[in-house]
């Protein structure tokens, strides 16, 4: 496939395996963020979710069924 042939719904297609995100090895930044967000691997940023910090929490996003989105202060959707 030729880079003008791939589309952005070939790119959002893409999903990193369950058991790679359990894994201890180290990830590229575009799979930890995704092993991140479907709530397979601990959070490390400064969200807020109800008053407390998630740091080291394994919580889900919004896109994947859990409590957590919105904007980085946790405030938004």
């Known amino acids: 496939m030729r880079f ?21 090895k180290h990830l590229g930044n575009s799979d930890q963020s995704q092993c991140v967000a479907r709530g397979l691997r601990p959070r490390h940023d400064k969200k807020v979710l109800k008053g407390k910090q998630v740091y080291g929490k394994k919580i889900k996003h919004v896109k994947y069924g859990g409590p957590l989105g919105g904007d980085r202060n946790g405030k938004g959707k």
């Open 4 to 24: 003008h042939e791939i589309t952005n719904e070939d790119l959002e297609e893409r999903f990193v395996a369950t058991h790679v995100c359990k894994s201890p």
